[in-house]
């Protein structure tokens, strides 16, 4: 069963304005984390922001928040007011806890090709 | 810049040939991940070590094997190439072994199969 799913291969958002990436996850895991990582052109992997199981709060990283719904196992990358330069492919991942049985790696989502218009 | 160094950053080889890729983790990650990322298969774990020993192997392989030394930099070795090899290998470091924190990823190796 896929454990990463995001729905929306692509996606357009108008400069300054906010734009939504949407992921839902499927773990029977207490303990896990959330990440959300950002692939320009260029082709490296920056992680972005990163959400655990256990956080009561939405993680928050400058532009970047984690809308964080547990119960309905969803981690929305929600960028504000969009730039140029935010145009990229956005994966999101999670990482299941050893204990667990997971092997520790991260679990990719398809990822979402965000454009962003002038 | 996430500390994680990758070498070659590209590489252009043929059918049948045999290349190794190299990682140095951050400083102080005893943890090492590789990542293949294809257009058909997307993202995918291959293998991961912990302060030099294997610890958990995904879809790898048995032309790829891997390893890490002393001082914890990693080797992937990739053998007999097939035109479906090509791809963008990441490592990616983290300081733990089983926990849920981030993984830093290096810059990649573009492995190109002519």
């Known amino acids: 069963a896929q454990k990463i799913t995001q729905t929306q291969p692509g996606m357009f958002v108008q400069e300054k304005e906010a734009v939504t990436l949407d992921c839902t996850y499927d773990?029977?895991?207490?303990?896990?984390?959330l990440f959300w990582y950002k692939q320009p052109s260029s082709g490296e992997m920056i992680f972005l922001i990163y959400?655990?199981?256990?956080?009561?709060q939405n993680a928050t990283e400058g532009r970047y928040s984690l809308n964080f719904q547990k119960a309905r196992k969803s981690a929305n990358l929600v960028i504000s007011a969009s730039q140029l330069g935010d145009s990229a492919m956005y994966f999101c991942?999670?990482?299941?806890?050893?204990?667990?049985?997971?092997?520790?790696?991260?679990?990719f989502g398809k990822g979402t090709k965000l454009s962003v218009k002038p | 810049d996430s500390g994680v160094t990758q070498t070659p950053k590209h590489l252009i080889t043929a059918t049948g040939q045999r290349v190794t890729l190299r990682c140095s983790p951050r400083?102080?990650?005893?943890?090492v991940y590789w990542y293949q990322q294809s257009l058909d298969q997307g993202l995918q774990f291959l293998i991961q070590?912990?302060?030099?020993?294997?610890?958990a192997k995904g879809n790898i392989l048995e032309r790829f094997s891997a390893q890490q030394f002393p001082d914890l930099h990693s080797e992937l070795n990739l053998s007999s190439l097939e035109l479906g090899d090509s791809a963008l290998y990441f490592c990616?470091?983290?300081?733990?072994?089983?926990?849920?924190?981030?993984?830093?990823f290096g810059p990649g190796t573009r492995l190109t199969v002519l």
């Open positions: 990616a470091s983290s300081v733990d072994l089983a926990g849920i924190d981030e993984q830093f």
């Open positions: 959400q655990g199981s256990y956080d009561e």
């Open positions: 773990t029977s895991d207490q303990s896990y984390g």
């Open positions: 070590y912990y302060n030099g020993e294997e610890r």
């Open positions: 400083s102080g990650d005893l943890s």
């Open positions: 991942a999670m990482r299941e806890a050893f204990y667990g049985g997971s092997q520790g790696n991260l679990i």
